[in-house]
């Protein structure tokens, strides 16, 4: 029987507008961490993703990533351009793959022309989802350029990306048909590695490509030298709490159905989550005698980052053992910028990129059948068959989004210039960029002016006598 489920429909349009919010929690978070000079310029990469993906999703973005597939390596980008043919008929509506498939949940969406409905949601309420993944995606790269990228560039930059990096890895994470494997991506068809909502196709793919724009942009003016430390820690704080917000969207959303699937994988991003926010706390505390604010937004978004791919396949203690894990790993993996010498300005590589790895090569470690994704791992008696599939999904994205992502922004460096001039990067990029300011504080005068610079930006900027204890996460190395 075909039909649409009006329950699954609404939870997948509210886990929607959850995940959009993400983005701004997004520009929260990075506009805090960096200095006040550059924060209307960070906050605003992510408000122009949110411009043009949004766009290039309905034109071909769609149809890219979830059209018929080629090889299991692109959909086919005209099949719903504009996506017109998806606003009615048959098509309109999507069945699922019963829970005992263990699949991916992404992977359980199958046109309802080819198979019978379990269940079902409309087209378009998928393109939605689907769309708010591509959106955060590509605004989480902007964190390892901040300061120095020309803003007309990054948003060229985010077309390109989005249409030859993006798109594709979508198709072959997320575009599961198992009942016709031709139209499935190879990730989740043929390799049948898990990711449930995105630790490859948005984590390790936005950290890879951090990596490559931060080296192919260079260190900042001062970098390892200078302190470049966060202006307004409570926006950061801000942030975390948005994504934490919006991540229950994100990953109990990718269930696609209001069930047994999505009750689970909300309960193990709650606990890995805080799990990890004690890893970090507990492994700044040993390093450096403090556990700061900073340190805890931090691990709450490296425990979301890390649980996304396994959710659905881990118990909550594997979910508490992943963010634990996740939590002390990533908070050492943030000075690797200073050892290796690459200027990854708001710690995405860090975060992301060795978030998603964390995450996915978890799976082969701690998924448990008794989980909705039915899969044993290596700690379960699966042996090293789940584990050696993670770490080739893992793998073949960080490969390839690094290598495209090395060649746009060289070629985009080459073209139209990715960095600002010297000058405007020491005197700030937000007046150099937008010719505004995030803090009009002149026009309190006098003594408004102290105070209200003390408030925004701590006692600590406003006097050289204070004794500053802020971690310093973006410049000299502590």
């Known amino acids: ?17 959850l995940v959009l919010l993400m983005t701004p929690g997004v520009a929260f978070f990075y506009g805090g961490m960096v200095r006040a000079k550059s924060v209307l310029n960070m906050m605003m990469m992510s408000v122009g993703a949110m411009a043009t993906i949004g766009v290039i999703w309905v034109l071909y973005g769609y149809s890219e990533s979830f059209g018929t597939s080629w090889h299991g390596l692109v959909g086919n980008p005209f099949q719903h351009f504009g996506l017109s043919n998806l606003l009615s ?3 309109s509506i999507y069945g699922f793959v019963p ?12 046109a309802i022309a080819a198979v019978p409905a379990h269940g079902g ?30 803003y007309s560039t990054w948003m060229v930059f985010t077309v390109i990306w989005a249409t030859v990096v993006y798109f594709p890895v979508a198709n072959w994470v997320f575009s599961f048909d198992g009942y016709s494997s031709p139209r499935g991506g190879w990730i989740a068809n043929q390799l049948k590695a898990i990711d449930f909502a995105g630790g490859t196709a948005v984590h390790i793919n936005a950290g890879a490509a951090a990596l490559a724009l931060a080296l192919v942009l260079g260190k900042r003016v001062g970098f390892n030298k200078d302190p470049m430390r966060p202006h307004n820690l409570t926006l950061v704080m801000l ?43 507990a492994t700044e505390r040993i390093r450096s005698g403090h556990a700061t604010s900073l340190g805890a937004a931090s691990g709450i978004v490296a425990g979301l980052v890390a649980i996304t791919p396994a959710c659905s396949a881990v118990t909550p203690l594997g979910a508490v053992a992943i963010g634990l894990i996740a939590g002390c790993i990533c908070a050492v993996a943030i000075s690797m910028k200073y050892r290796l010498g690459f200027d990854d300005s708001l710690d995405v590589v860090g975060v992301h990129l060795v978030g998603g790895i964390v995450g ?6 701690f998924a448990s059948a008794s989980a909705p994704a039915a899969v044993d791992g290596l700690f379960y008696g699966g ?9 080739v999904a893992a793998g073949a994205v960080l490969v390839y989004s690094f290598t495209l992502a090395t060649l746009i922004g060289l070629a985009l460096h080459k073209t139209m210039g990715f960095r600002v001039d010297r000058e405007a990067e020491i005197t700030g990029i937000d007046i150099e960029e937008h010719a505004e300011s995030s803090y009009d504080l002149g026009s309190l005068g006098g003594g408004g002016l102290i105070k209200a610079g003390a408030a925004i930006f701590g006692s600590q900027t406003m006097s050289s006598t204070a004794t500053d204890v802020t971690p310093n996460r973006q410049g000299a190395s502590s």
């Open 1 to 17: 029987m075909k039909f649409i489920d009006s329950g699954d429909t609404a939870w997948v349009l509210a886990s929607a507008a």
């Open 89 to 91: 008929g048959q098509d």
């Open 99 to 110: 829970a005992q498939a263990a699949v991916p949940a992404h992977g359980v969406v199958a």
């Open 121 to 150: 949601i409309p087209a378009m309420a998928f393109v939605a989802f689907q769309a708010v993944f591509a959106i955060i995606t590509v605004a989480l790269i902007s964190g390892s350029i901040a300061d120095r990228a020309k």
């Open 239 to 281: 942030g975390a709490a948005l994504l934490w917000f919006g991540w229950f969207g994100f990953n109990a959303g990718s269930a696609l159905t209001a069930g047994n699937t999505a009750s689970v994988v909300w309960v193990n991003t709650m606990v890995a989550t805080s799990a990890a926010c004690i890893g970090w706390l």
């Open 360 to 365: 996915t090569l978890a799976i082969g470690f």
């Open 383 to 391: 042996g090293v068959d789940q584990l050696w599939r993670q770490g």
